[in-house]
């Protein structure tokens, strides 16, 4: 679906990106991790040609990104940035139709697909179509980029840092939502981020970079559990495990063993499982139906579920 091959990105004597190559496959959420300055967002230009590469091959649905005008390979994409990039003087309806109207969509048809998109990202249509972007709070104002980037129906979506501005729970919550949203539509995903817990959650691969190259690529257990060098195994930390399990629900490790107590509610995931615990004091907590023990939790931890 997208392929970088030797790809160098300099900055007038300086090197933002280094000979990288990744592939990312059709329907997967794939993110670029890493501390600032390592290159993440200068690859992602690179992919829509905001920016232009210095050297290398970027591919995209098969094609040469030089073999392709910039204005159709961007209208290809969508692209959610961390300030939302929604344009001030136009309402919500007019932002989310962008490129809609590029594409020279019927009004009707735009219409139905602005209705179609708020309800998509958890917004009531009547409330907020005619709302400007000041009237909005960080958490709408995301969703409605989403909205908006997703409009055109794109195979593919670039997003950078898109959540990293708002509160830290309006933040949990709209990365929720985003991973039923891809469940859903399963788009080509490019996510850059510089929080460990985001990637571990949403990822499907995660591709670590450092300097402008790439240290590890693999799935948020790979690079967890099998960290290849002391940079990978340092930038998540101790509590790299503990994040890793935030992408799992404690109801698909449930044992039948019923215990008493309030159980947890059914979209709980393995890391409220275990905070639970701690908080009770106890090895073992209840699910609708089951319970979750501690033993299956470190077991998963210690990279012994299959």
């Known amino acids: 679906m997208i392929r970088l091959i ?44 905001m920016v232009e590469r210095s050297s290398g091959d970027i591919f995209v649905e098969g094609e040469h990104v030089d073999s392709i005008q910039v204005e159709t390979l961007r209208k290809k994409m969508g692209y ?28 009707k048809r735009i219409r139905e697909r602005n209705r ?10 009547e409330v907020y179509l005619k709302k400007l972007p000041r009237e909005l709070s960080g958490g709408e104002a995301q969703r409605v980029g989403v909205a908006r980037a997703l409009a055109a129906d794109p195979h593919i979506l670039l997003m950078d840092e ?55 690529e693999g799935t948020p257990e790979q690079v967890i559990l099998k960290p290849e060098d002391q940079f990978v195994e340092d930038f998540f930390g101790k509590e790299g495990a503990l994040s890793l399990l935030a992408r799992f629900k404690a109801r698909e490790y449930k044992e039948e063993l019923k215990v008493q107590g309030e159980p947890l509610a059914d979209d709980a995931s393995l890391k409220e499982a275990l905070s639970e615990m701690i908080l009770r004091g106890e ?7 089951g319970s979750i023990s501690l033993a299956a939790i470190m077991k998963l931890i210690r990279g012994e579920h299959t």
């Open 116 to 125: 179609e998109m708020l309800e998509l990202v958890g917004l009531e249509p």
């Open 162 to 216: 898109p959540f990293g501005a708002v509160d830290p729970i309006s933040r949990l919550r709209l990365q929720k939502e985003f991973k039923e949203i891809q469940k859903k539509l399963k788009k080509t995903v490019i996510f850059v981020t510089h929080d460990v817990e985001e990637a571990l959650l949403l990822g499907d691969r995660i591709c670590i970079m450092r300097d402008g190259i790439v240290v590890q």
């Open 80 to 107: 959610v940035i961390q300030s939302t990039g929604l344009f001030p003087h136009m309402d919500v309806a007019a932002n989310i139709a962008t490129v809609p109207h590029l594409l020279k969509w019927d009004e």
């Open 6 to 49: 030797d790809v160098y990105k300099d900055y007038e004597g300086y090197e933002a990106v280094k000979g990288i190559s990744i592939e990312v496959k059709e329907g997967e959420l794939y993110v670029l991790l890493g501390p600032s300055g390592c290159g993440k967002s200068t690859t992602l230009r690179l992919i829509n040609r």
């Open 283 to 289: 090895d073992r907590v209840a699910l609708n139906s």
